[in-house]
Every structure is written in C-alpha cells, then in structure tokens.
C-alpha cells in the first residue's frame, strides 16, 4: 500500500481545489519564440518515481526550478523526505507531496494510479526501476518479474492515466528513462536490456502519436551513469567494459529536459553514446549482440549475492 505524506502547508485537502484552478489556466507558454530552442515553461504538477535517488533527486530539483509543484513517488519515506527538504531549500514556496510505495506490485501501482487520477499533471517522469546482471539462467525469476513490472508495466500505467489529461488539455509532457543499452541485445543483462527496449519503442510510438497536440513524449538513453544504479546490481561490474566508466548524473537529466522542452522523440547525451548507438544500428544485429556480450561478459567471482534497489 502506498502512504501519503503532504509536505505542503495546505495539505491534502486543498488537492482537488488546486486542480480546478489549475486545469483553467493556460497550460503551456514559452519563453522566447523558437519552441526547438527554447524552454517549456508549465505551471501545474510534475510526477517523478524513483525520486528517492539517483537522476530522481536531480529531476525534482530541475522540475522546482521551474516553478512546478511536486509528486514524488518512491519506496523510501525518509530518503524521499530528504529530497522535499532539498528542494525546498532550493525553492521555498514548492508544493510538495510524497508518495511512499512499490511500483513493482499491482497494488502499488493501482494505488497511485487512483491517486493522481483527475490531477493536472503537466509532467511526468517515469525514472523509477532497476538492473539485474548475470547469465539469464542463473538469476532470480521472481527478481526479473519485479524488474519487468517496475521498468515496464508500471511506465505504462502511468503514462496511460496523464496522457490523456494532457491531449484534453492541449499540453503536457512524459519523460521515460530508458537506456543506451535499448539500442541491442544485451547478453548477461538480457531482461534489463529488453526492458529499456520496451521504454525506447513505446516512447517514440506515442510521440509519433501525439505530434501536434501539444503535449509530447521523450525516451531518455543514458549510458552508465552515477546513480547508484550499478552498484545495486549486486555483482562487480567494474571488470566490464560498458561499466568500467561511469557518467555525471546532472547534465544526463538537463539533457532529458532539454529533449522534453523541444518536443524530440530521444535523448542520448554524451557524444560517445551517441556514436556507439549509431554504429549499433548500422552493423548487423548478430554482430552487435555479440559485441555487447563481449563488452558485458561476467568473471566468475563477478556474479554473487544480489539485491533488488529501486533506482535507475
């Protein structure tokens, strides 16, 4: 079950007035007047899961930046509580509310899902989920179900309970974290890699679909980044070529916003990234899912004990 701490001085109470008054403003304006180069400027309320850690901490303080009032969903009620603090700090007059819940079960997500359901959400990020690594054969099976449902089946439900707020309003925006891993098969972190698969394809659909309509939806690609991410895998990745150098998270969520405020489909930022998922697409896919291997393949005192942590 999900638990609600209101950390904004008017609390619950005044959630379904907020909405009102703020599905009658005017959604979108914007700064300037090339919206491919400018910032999107929103007013309403921004959702960001896995907001405990990692890119989700640097999102909530990007999104308050902005001025936007905040929900912040993730499984660590004191850990969440630190980021409000932050983030007021950053900005006093930030309407904050936390959710504390597991989005990898269905209870979890019906929970907050019924929450937000009728709230004028004008963003949402969908950074909430984990790795896992090791040959298939080997690893948990209940583990890579709860990655599937946390990395996929609650994105989707989640996108699908603010998309159609944000078409009726005329604006709005999704931002999905994927991951540069999306781009080829990924043997030894074969679920992880088909996951973020998923989140890159299903984010370029609904882009394609919403074109036009004022709200828009970007697939965000990170490489391997500092997020606490790895080091929840569980196994010693530092031997491995893709882990062996790890990014700073900061520009990796200034270059999603910046993909989210320009209306584009992906997000890939760092140029090795970017060259590394283009050549991907120009080899042949055996060639490229042999070449991830290689790039991923485990020693032996690499895969131990491993321990489920929900971050990105």
């Known amino acids: 079950m999900w638990r609600i701490a209101c950390t904004s001085a008017s609390g619950l109470a005044n959630l379904k007035a907020r909405s009102t008054r703020y599905c009658k403003a005017p959604r979108v304006m914007l700064e300037g007047r090339s919206m491919s180069k400018q910032q999107r400027v929103w007013t309403g309320w921004a959702v960001v899961t896995g907001a405990s850690s990692g890119f989700g901490v640097i999102f909530a303080e990007q999104l ?3 001025g936007l009032s905040l ?3 993730g499984r660590d009620e004191h850990r969440l509580a630190a980021v409000a603090q932050r983030v007021r700090v950053i900005r006093p007059d930030t309407k904050v509310e936390l959710i504390v819940g597991d989005l990898g079960t269905t209870s979890g997500v019906d929970a907050l899902v019924a929450h937000i359901e009728g709230w004028p959400v004008d963003v949402l990020v ?3 989920g984990f790795g896992t690594y090791g040959p298939f054969a080997e690893l948990d099976a209940g583990r890579e179900q709860n990655m ?3 990395n996929v089946d609650a994105l989707v439900r989640l996108t699908h309970a603010v998309l159609p707020g944000m078409l009726a309003r005329g604006s ?3 931002l999905n974290v994927a991951s540069t891993i999306a781009f080829q098969p990924a043997p030894y972190q074969a679920s992880y890699g088909a996951s973020k698969a998923f989140v890159l394809s299903f984010s370029q659909a609904l882009w394609a679909e919403t074109r036009g309509s004022g709200a828009t939806v970007t697939a965000l690609c990170p490489g391997p980044t500092r ?6 895998l569980g196994s010693d990745v ?3 070529a893709t882990y062996r150098r790890l990014a700073a998270p900061e520009p990796v969520v200034l270059a999603g916003l910046r993909a989210l405020d320009r209306g584009r489909p992906v997000a890939i930022p760092g140029l090795r990234n970017r ?6 697409r120009l080899a042949p896919g055996w060639v490229s899912t042999l070449v991830s291997g290689r790039m991923l393949r485990p020693t032996d005192a690499s895969v131990g004990g491993r321990r489920r942590e929900n971050t990105v």
Not at 227 to 232: E, I, S
Not at 275 to 280: D, K, L
């Open 64 to 66: 308050a930046k902005r």
């Open 71 to 73: 929900l912040l969903a």
């Open 126 to 128: 969908n950074n909430a």
């Open 148 to 150: 599937v449902a946390v």
């Open 172 to 174: 709005g925006g999704i």
């Open 227 to 232: 997020t606490g991410f790895v080091d929840a």
């Open 238 to 240: 530092s031997h491995t």
């Open 275 to 280: 060259v590394m998922a283009s050549g991907v």
